[in-house]
């Protein structure tokens, strides 16, 4: 049992040690959670842009601007 407590104890750095090592593990929960939150939305958008771009009126044929656009550019 005093095996365990030194070990808690950490040679007496134990203050220093545990608070870092909880600051460490939720900083690394906070990243995975906003990665994830991250890819979720961005997912939700290209899906939204590969949705539009399917439909009709939201097409482009061969990326060429439509009549009366300027062509990217080119200042007018």
């Keep these: 049992m005093d095996k365990i407590a030194e070990f808690f104890a950490m040679g007496g750095y134990a203050a220093y ?3 870092a090592l909880i ?3 939720a ?3 906070g ?4 990665a994830s939150r991250s890819l979720r939305r961005e997912e939700a ?3 939204a ?16 601007p439509e009549e009366g656009e ?3 550019g080119i200042a007018t």
Excluded: C, I
């Design 70 to 72: 300027p062509e990217a």
């Design 17 to 19: 040690v545990w608070p």
């Design 27 to 29: 900083v690394m929960v």
């Design 23 to 25: 600051l460490t593990a």
């Design 45 to 47: 958008a290209a899906a």
């Design 49 to 64: 842009l590969e949705q539009r771009s399917a439909s009709p009126e939201g097409a482009v044929e061969d990326g060429e």
């Design 31 to 34: 990243l995975a959670w906003h």
